[in-house]
């Protein structure tokens, strides 16, 4: 391990309530897909820092605590007045359609009122004990206070999972063009492609690439795998597809792309090339990372004590 990489996430501070079928709330836990990520990486042995904020509520209290016995550095996460973020989950007790019939949602299921509301005072500075480290930051979330943080930091390398199309729609061509051309690293899932590649204006993945100029572009598809985008050594842009080799069966697969994000992560900030080898390893690795945490309850993955 280097001692001098750090990864950082920035945003609100997230509980996962998840229920049962029946409305039976059975697991509360920190959630929010760039914690999950941090949280993981924490779990592989690496240093990790929150950087956000929470609300000054029992829910606050169990995420927060969450990410501080994962090994994660919280003294830099600031309490409101407010609620803490919930996204509520909620696994039907029998699943005929799949991984799809898992729902995910930002209203209660019990009082049908909104439990999401995202705050803007967020804090923007850099903890003066990390301005000599190599920093990899970790975000979901493209909102002004998120841009200004990563604007704020000179050493760094911005890694963007791009999961969601609720956190994208609302922006602008301009906007998410001058965000995301701050990113080395992007993974997008197939869903928000057809809606963020209309609203840049780009035809598919490799414009998507060299407008940004991103060392590695990710897209990850699901039981088929993910599309590797990067260029060779002769500067020629090239698409690796990957293909699992095992299926797991799904019990929860809140945190799949979280934990195959936190792996690709990882060996990116640990690697002096992206090349066939690397991504044959980094598959291979977040593959079955995504495997596990889909085969239990929760988003994150297991511990590891022996780190």
Request: hydrophobic share 40%; with cysteine; glycine share 6%.
């Amino acid at each position: 391990m280097d001692s001098d990489i750090v990864f950082i996430s920035h945003g609100d501070i997230i509980l996962d309530n998840i229920y049962d079928g029946d409305l039976n709330l059975i697991k509360q836990d920190g959630g929010g897909s760039n914690w999950n990520s941090l949280y993981n990486l924490a779990s592989m042995g690496e240093v990790c820092y929150a950087i956000g904020s929470y609300g000054n509520d029992d829910e606050g209290s169990i995420a927060v605590n969450s990410l501080r016995n994962g090994g994660i550095n919280v003294n830099y996460l600031i309490c409101e007045n407010i609620s803490t973020d919930i996204m509520n989950i909620i696994i039907p007790n029998e699943r005929e359609h799949g991984d799809n019939s898992i729902i995910h949602s930002w209203y209660s299921p019990i009082t049908n009122k909104s439990t999401m509301h995202f705050s803007e005072n967020l804090p923007t500075t850099l903890p003066i004990e990390l301005e000599n480290k190599d920093l990899f930051i970790l975000l979901d979330k493209f909102e002004d206070v998120n841009f200004r943080f990563i604007n704020n930091i000179s050493n760094k390398k911005v890694c963007l999972d791009v999961g969601h199309v609720r956190f994208i729609e609302h922006f602008s061509k301009q906007y998410l063009t001058c965000f995301f051309k701050c990113a080395n690293l992007i993974q997008l899932n197939t869903n928000v492609i057809d809606l963020l590649f209309e609203r840049l204006c780009v035809n598919d993945v490799y414009e998507f690439f060299n407008l940004f100029n991103l060392d590695l572009l990710v897209i990850t598809k699901g039981k088929k795998g993910a599309s590797f985008i990067f260029k060779d050594k002769t500067s020629k842009v090239i698409c690796i597809d990957k293909s699992p080799e095992v299926i797991a069966t799904v019990i929860d697969s809140s945190g799949a792309g979280d934990a195959f994000f936190a792996t690709l992560v990882k060996e990116y900030a640990y690697s002096d090339c992206i090349d066939d080898e690397f991504i044959n390893t980094t598959f291979c690795i977040a593959n079955k990372a995504s495997r596990d945490v889909i085969s239990q309850v929760g988003s994150r993955l297991l511990h590891n004590k022996n780190k």
